[in-house]
Each structure stands twice: as C-alpha cells, then as structure tokens.
DNA sequence: GATGAATGAGTATTCATTCAT
DNA sequence: GATGAATGAATACTCATTCAT
C-alpha cells in the first residue's frame, strides 16, 4: 500500500513539510532574538510562522528541541562558510590569510545578524552546546597555528591571539548589529590594528 | 511620609534594614549568577537571603527593581574601583597606563566574579541598562584618548582600540571565570599583545 | 528571629494549612469520584476545594502527587479500622470471626463510600500503590489463616477463600455504591453464604 | 444514499473494509489494555493498526464510537458463548450446570483476556454501558434461577449467590491476568468452594 | 478512500505579586 | 515589618478532530 519510503524523492508533501520546519526556525529565530532566549513564548512563534501551537509538535519534541534545530540549522549554514572561508586562504601568509579569513567571516555573519545575537547570548546559557563558538575556535586555532609555523605568530601567546581576535569580533558584532551597522567594514581595521599593534 | 531619612545619622534600625536589604542582593546576585537572569525565582532568592518572599517587596517595588538594585549596587561598587585604576596612571606614559589600568580593573573583577557572569549576560538582554559596559567604556575612552594625545594612538583606531581591549577582557574574563581560575594573570599578556601588535 | 521549628506545638497557621490540606484532598476525591481518575482537571477540584490552582502546588508536587496522598490519607483511616476489626474477633472461633470482620469492614466502609469508589478503580491502573487491597489481604491472611489453624477452613482453598471474600465484597460495594444503597446489611447474608455454600 | 448495503452478498470491496475496521479495533483493544482507557491515543491506534488517523473517521464517528464499537464487537463474540455454555448445561443438575458453565466461561475468556480487563477496567467508568457484566448477569440469572426452582438454591439468596460467583471470577481474573497464568484452572475449584462453603 | 499535517481547546505547571495574620 | 499561603495570568504540552492533497 505504500510506496518504499526509505529511497524516494522527496515528495510535495516532504517539501511543504519542509517549509512549514524552516518558516517556524525562522520564527523562533526572529522572535528569540527580538525577546531573549526566554522572551518568545511559542503561541507567539507558531502566530508568527503562520501555524498552529500544536503545529509545532509535529516538528519538534519540545520547546528546547526547537531551540536546538534553530542553532543547528544555522550551524549547519554557517559551518561550511567558515571552512571555506579557511580553505581560501590557504598558503597564503598569515597576515593575509587572517585578513581574508575575517573579511569573509564577517561578509558571512551579516547574512545571519539576528542569528547570531541570539548565538552570543546563549553562549552563556548553553556552553558549546551548537553555538557558533567551537567552529571558530576550531578556524582560528588553525590559522594562527599556520601563523606559528611560519614564525609570524609567537608560540606562547597563540591562544591569546585567537582569544584577542574572536573577543574583538564579538564585540565588533554586538555592538553593529545594536546600531544596525553592517559588520563588512570593522573587518579590516581589526585585522590591521591586531596584527601591528595599538601603538603606531 | 516618614520623617525625613536622607539627613539623619543611620539609626540601629537603618543599619538592620540595610544589611537585610544587602543579604537580599547577595542572593539575588548567586543563585542569577548559578542559573541564569530567568533561572533563579524570588522564593529561591529570598530563602537563600534568609527571609520570606514577602519581606522583599519591603525593600524593592518588584523583582526588576531588585535586579536593578543589584546591578546599581555592584556598579556603585566598581565605578570608584575603575575611576581609581584611571587615575592612578594619570601623567603615566600610555603603555604603562594602561597596562596598570588593565592589571587594576583585573584586580577588582576578581572580587567581584559572580556578579561579572551576570553583567556579561545582561548585557545582551538590556544593553546599557546599569551594566558595567557604559563605565568602562567611558574609563577606556579617557585612556586611550590620552594615548592619543600623546600621539600613542592613531585617532582614527581610537575606537577600535577600546573594542580590542574591552573585547578581549570580556573574553578572557568568561573563559577563566568558566574554569574557576583567576583573571588577574591574564592582565598582563593581554596588554602587552594589544599594544605591540600578535607579530613578532 | 525564627521560633524554634522543630519542636512547637500546632499553631494557628498550621491548623489552617492542614485544613486547606484536608479540603484540597476531599475534594479531589469527590471529582474524581464522580468523573474518574482522568476526569477531574486540577482547576475544578481547585474551585471545590475553594481555592486558586496555585495553592494546590503548595501542598503537593504535582497532579499525581495529590492523587497519590488521597489514597495515603485514606488508607490512613481505614487501616487501623480494618486492623481494629481483625482484632476485635481474635480468640472467637473462625465463623463467628470472620462475620465480624465482615460487618465492621462493610460499616467503616459505609462512611468512605466515595473513595472505595475511586479505590477499586484504582486497583486496575496503579496495581498494589497504596490501594486498599493489600491491606484488605493481610487481614483475610490473618482471619482465614486462622480458620486454617481451628479446621474450619481447609488449608488447600486458604487462599481461594479469601479471593471469594475480597471478590464479592468488591461486587457488593460496587452495586451497592451504584445503587445508593448502604453496605451494611449486605455482610451477614455473604458470609452466611461463603460458611455454608451456595446449596442449603 | 448508497445502494442498499443490508441485503447483496459482501463484496470483496466489504471484506477488505471489514478486515481494516476489525485490525482498527485489535489495535484500540491492545493498547487500551496496555495503558488504559485514556492512555491510548487514537495515533497510536492507528499506527498500530497500520492505517493513518484520518482513517479512523472513516469506519468511526468519534473516539467514543470506536470504543464502543470494540465492545460491540467483543460482546458480540463473547454473548453467544455465554449464551452456549448455558444452553449446554439445560437439564442438568445445578450443581454440575453451574460448574459446566463456569468452565465454559473461563475458556471462553481465556482467549480474550486483553478485552477482559479492558471491560473490567471500564465496567466502573461506564456502567453497564456495553460491558460483559449483563450478559453475565443475565447468564448468572438464569443458572442460579434454575438452582432455584430445582431447591438446591434457597430463593432469598439467589441475587447474592449471582454476585458470589461473578465477584470471585473477576477477582481470579484480574489476578490471573496480572500473573499470565490461564484462567480456566481456576473454574473448579471456584465453584466447589462456592456450592459446598468455605467450612469443611 | 487513505493520508498525515494542521488545528486549537483543554490541561498541568510555574512564579511574580498580594495580603491576612 | 516579617511571614508565607493564596492568587491567577502566563506558558508548555497533548490529543481528538478536520481537511487539503
């Protein structure tokens, strides 16, 4: 009676179905930034994605799923854009490959300001659990490695480098995405000012 | 109403009052620090203050005025800390500056942790309300404008600059906060990278 | 400031808060009496009881922490009849007993009508969890163990007899439950029955 | 608004509708037993019985309906075994007619022991609402009636030998069940201590 | 007919706030 | 003033029922 479900093309159904899942992430995306991880009573998510309550639970076990699968979902955007945006530099000199790689983590952020208020408040809440932090770490911890092995980074203050730079852009974020200011252009002048000093 | 209160030596009376009014801040501050600005009910702050939940509407109109309170009484605290760590270095050279200012406001976080975890996560929820943020900002703008004036910094990164050094602090802040160890150590290092650039 | 707690006498307050109790219970067992152990939402029983849903949080975890004391404060009650009815025929000959145990079961049964109702449905969804039943086992044990022990029962159908005793008095409370009628005049003409058989 | 369904030959159309209604029923019958009258809901029925909830509106008009339909239909099964273990015993006398028949029962019922303790379990929510307990009563009516008229049953007891008889096989059943011993070892000796008494 | 996603009324539970003692 | 029980609005979650495909 039913077609063999494990090898088929998705169906209408599995692409409205598909829909229905990323319009209420979105949701809760837009809310939970606007309100707080607590702030966004999920009446008012299902209200805003267009659905009913009860809608909610076809897609997700419970309130803390739905808030897992929104930051998995944009992890699983998110990631892929920081590994490429480490690839690219690749054999570059540090300078320019932390350049580059920040330039392009921020061109990837402003497409995801709400999502990533949302990110840097939990990261308090919910320590590495999905948050953006880890992938960044994991970038960082390799580019400025590559910074070492080619004698432009000292050993000994590798892991403040990466504390300095991903401090900085949190900040940089933070503070932008308050203002509605883009991100793109604190990318350069972070780069530079870290790299070279404070002092001329 | 009352006689008025704001010109008599404290009675025996005041003084109880005000060290029950301090017992629930104290409270208040811990069990938001262990769980969260949403984590911690005001029966659970009151028992662990020693009194009932009703004696705390003697003393704050509602709970945000009790997190109000806290937030004031913590800022009333580290504000004369911070202007002093400015002063101190006031005439000194800008590097020596503010590397006493970092190591000093180190110094003083590190008596007030627990209250730091709740400040760096208010400052998502309500940015600018009674956080420390604002103080040190205006703390870090006298530096680093002086900096400037001695032509130390170039004006045009004079911003950025107290984005590095605020970012960077918050950073290491949560991390050593996080592993239990504490900040003071981390004052060093971090100034001395900031101000002389990650290469060698 | 607090009076010693451990070793005070009932005060005011605490005489009211066992009469909330005791209100909240009667009137759990009276809903659910009456709409099944499913039927009754905590809101009614709350309106019953006279009181707010919140306050029945405050004498009890949960929904089925209140149930669960219900049935403890019940069995509370009957036990120590059931077990002064075992006691009041020790030393009689094992007829004689057991029509007395009958009687003064089906007597102080009469007076808790409505929870033998909610008892014997229980029975089936919570088996043996602070049911009557078990109680009611240990002392038809004792009384026909007894009859054992005088050769007035034969020690092959022991426990059968205390089946047949258990299983109509369940039938007779039911019907009787049912039809308005008291339980009391039923418990000479059963054991008559149960001594000498079905045939004349 | 259809053809006359009441009077063609069953199509095979009718037998694969027939076939799905009663895997429908199995299924609420299975779970009901499980977890009780209000622990089933209709997705798992369905799941179970491998149709899609929707489904169920198509054989049934509401949850109600189907239950009811179950008990219909198990009544159904049930009625005319009862109604053959007493014709079978017609003529006999009533003490081997009483034992022929509660074996008969017992056998009967050991081959729907899920039904048997949903019944029992809602014969207290629903009385005499479809339950087997009539026709048992019915059957009891007649056998004891019997008894009666043949003076082997005094005419003032008979209504309470009915209960005597149908208050123990419950409470064998429900125990046997709960212990997945069969029932029908349990008839004999049942009727032997009931027609002869407790005493030796 | 069959499907299963969508619906929303119903229910349990939490917690800031009030107020009688 | 202090107490803590009472309040009830707010919120998460369930599940019978509907209906577009």
Redesign the pocket.
């Known amino acids: 009676?039913?077609r063999d479900?494990s090898r088929r093309r998705p169906t209408?159904?599995?692409q409205?179905?598909e829909?229905?899942?990323a319009a209420i992430v979105d949701a809760a995306e837009e809310l939970i930034a606007a309100h707080g991880l607590?702030?966004?009573?999920?009446?008012?998510?299902?209200k805003r994605a267009?659905?009913?309550?009860?809608?909610?639970?076809?897609?997700?076990?419970?309130?803390?799923?739905?808030v897992r699968a929104l930051f998995e979902s944009r992890r699983l955007t998110l990631r892929p854009m920081l590994a490429a945006a480490v690839e690219r530099g690749r054999g570059l000199p540090f300078a320019a490959r932390l350049r580059a790689f920040v330039v392009d983590t921020f061109a990837a952020y402003d497409q995801h300001r709400r999502f990533l208020k949302v990110a840097i408040e939990a990261e308090h809440l919910r320590p590495n659990n999905n948050t953006i932090a880890p992938d960044m770490q994991k970038a960082l911890d390799e580019i400025v490695g590559e910074g070492v092995a080619q004698q432009q980074v000292e050993a000994d203050v590798a892991e403040l480098v990466t504390d300095v730079i991903w401090g900085t852009m949190k900040a940089s974020v933070l503070r932008r995405i308050a203002d509605g200011r883009p991100l793109a252009p604190a990318a350069d002048p972070i780069v530079t000012l870290i790299l070279r000093g404070a002092r001329p």
Chains 1, 2, 3, 4 share one sequence.
């Not at 702030?39 to 008012?44: S, W």
């Not at 659905?51 to 739905?66: E, I, P, S």
Request: charged share 25%.
């Open positions: 009676m039913n479900s209408l159904r599995d409205q179905r829909a229905a899942r607590h702030g966004a009573p999920l009446v008012e998510i299902a267009g659905v009913a309550v009860g809608t909610l639970y076809n897609y997700f076990t419970d309130r803390d799923d739905l």
